[in-house]
């Protein structure tokens, strides 16, 4: 068996999402983008007022999940299947939309640029626990309009695994379409396999933004996955108890799936959060919160519940520095998560409230997230009954350290970490230098970085990228792109 974590029985979780269609079919969401009240109208919703509140019946939401797919697989640059998202695969990607990077240096978090988001693409290229990239902080030196489709542009030039990204605004899904284009190089190719899932956050309480709003529609038509990404503030914008923040969460991210699958039916779509709790103290939202995590892997139990595949943020920490909180948050939310079964995990390399990113704590989370695959499968027998011919191996041999069934299961049955992790005694430590483990880290960063392999997405494609931001960047006033040291 696979060990599991519930934290809602069958009767709680399933009056949680009646509670959030009877929110949806009284008070509703507002709705900013026209074209998404006008496509509910005409399924049979009511805007209340005369204004820009949608009330979304709960039949009109029941036939959304309907058919919406429970399953669904992302591919690389290459065309290659990478993951599945659905039932109980866990895959974990790196957090997104940091806007600053902690420098090993200093130690102090600073703007990022370009030669960052390089580093970060090829780091993430040769760590084999996360199964996608993600757009995961703003370079400052690019004009803020073209932020979302440059990071973009960076991460498929630079290391072939899918993506998990965003569009800040309507006019720029068209340009990170337009590059995705340039990869796959036909709208039924990309359909076809997919290479990016686009983040679509409600803005709680019960609304959508006008941008927001129209990615959703413009993803669907265009077949890009996206994950509805709930973001109720437990105690701030919505209810302090996690029940009542469940509710809301729920009625949020149905209210994404019915204009999703109203404006495509079938379209991949993920049940996704990133529910926390306000601090009071801080005044802020504390993400490496127990409670927090809670949330996360609730909410990824009602989407199981729908038979929706499932997004969560997790391995996400408030810390400033990598140091033990953030091995704690970390650790933490990221274990729970993937027992929970959650099937896309974001959040490594996350601190600072999700403000800042760091490579060091990056390739230090990936250890985690490989502690967290391996608990995920559980316990197994492999060729250990009857047990008695290995037992007496090991009482005439007095070890088992070259025995034929410790070769054959050695590597598939103990996870070994890579030099960032030291299990050495105190001596050893100090005789190979006595290093911390930032600098370990720090070391282990650079090592990965020179080991990057260029990416083996075809000339013509990676001008046919250079092409789409180049005249992205000019209308922004920007006649350069910076500089990426990628030779």
């Known amino acids: 068996m696979r060990p599991r974590l519930r934290l809602l029985d069958d009767a709680l979780a399933d009056r949680i999402l009646d509670e959030a269609r009877s929110v949806l079919a009284t008070l509703g969401v507002e709705l900013h983008d026209a074209q998404g009240r006008d496509l509910l109208v005409s399924h049979g919703a009511a805007v209340a007022g005369g204004g820009k509140r949608v009330l979304i019946p709960a039949d009109l939401v029941d036939r959304a999940l309907a058919t919406a797919p ?12 990478t993951h599945e998202l659905s039932g109980e695969n866990v895959h974990f990607a790196p957090g997104s939309a940091a806007i600053r990077v902690l420098d090993p240096a200093t130690r102090t978090l600073r703007d990022p640029v370009t030669a960052d ?14 199964a996608a990239q993600s757009t995961a902080f703003v370079p400052s030196d690019v004009p803020p309009e073209v932020s979302d489709s440059y990071r973009l542009f960076l991460g498929l030039l630079h290391c072939e695994k899918p993506v998990v990204t965003g569009a800040f605004s309507a006019e720029a899904f068209r340009v990170m379409l337009d590059l995705q284009l340039a990869v796959r190089g036909t709208p039924e190719a990309l359909r076809a396999r997919p290479l990016a899932i686009f983040t679509c956050c409600p803005t709680s309480p019960l609304a959508w933004s006008e941008a927001t709003g129209r990615n959703l529609l413009d993803c669907a038509r265009a077949g890009v996955p996206v994950e509805v990404v709930a973001v109720p503030l437990a105690g701030f914008l919505s209810p302090v108890t996690l029940t009542g923040t469940l509710v809301q969460g729920a009625a949020e991210n149905l209210s994404g799936a019915v204009l999703h699958q109203l404006a495509a039916p079938g379209a991949p779509l993920l049940w996704g959060t990133s529910a926390a709790v306000f601090d009071i103290r801080s005044e802020g939202a504390a993400t490496g919160a127990v409670e927090t995590m809670m949330l996360t892997c609730a909410m990824g139990e009602l989407g199981k519940r729908l038979g929706l595949p499932t997004q969560g943020y997790a391995g996400v920490s408030d810390a400033k520095e990598l140091d033990a909180q953030a091995g704690l948050e970390t650790s933490s939310g990221a274990l729970l998560a993937a027992l929970a079964g959650i099937n896309s995990i974001s959040g490594p390399g996350l601190l600072d409230l999700d403000n800042g990113f760091s490579l060091e704590k990056l390739v230090v989370d990936h250890e985690i997230c490989g502690m ?21 191996e090991l009482l005439a041999e007095k070890h088992l350290l070259i025995a034929r ?8 049955e103990i996870t070994f970490p ?3 992790i030291d299990r050495s005694s105190e ?7 006595g290093e911390s483990l930032l ?4 070391r282990e960063v650079e090592r990965l970085v020179a080991a990057w392999i260029p990416s083996r997405l075809p000339e013509t494609a990676k001008r046919d990228l250079a092409s789409v931001m180049a005249a992205a960047a000019r209308r922004a006033g920007l006649d350069t792109l910076p500089a990426r040291g990628d030779a």
Do not use: C, I, M, Q
């Not at 988001?117 to 996360?130: E, G, I, S």
């Not at 600098?439 to 720090?442: D, E, G, L, V």
């Open 117 to 130: 988001y390089v580093r970060y693409a090829k780091l993430v290229a040769r760590l084999p626990y996360l």
């Open 372 to 392: 967290a695959l391996r608990l995920s499968r559980g316990v197994e027998p492999r060729d250990d009954f009857p047990a008695l011919p290995l037992l007496g």
């Open 427 to 433: 001596a050893r430590w100090r005789e190979e230098g």
């Open 418 to 420: 890579g030099p960032v």
């Open 70 to 81: 429970r399953a669904f697989a992302l591919f690389d640059v290459l065309g290659n299947p």
């Open 405 to 412: 069934h410790t070769r054959r299961h050695l590597r598939k």
């Open 439 to 442: 600098r370990r880290a720090a």
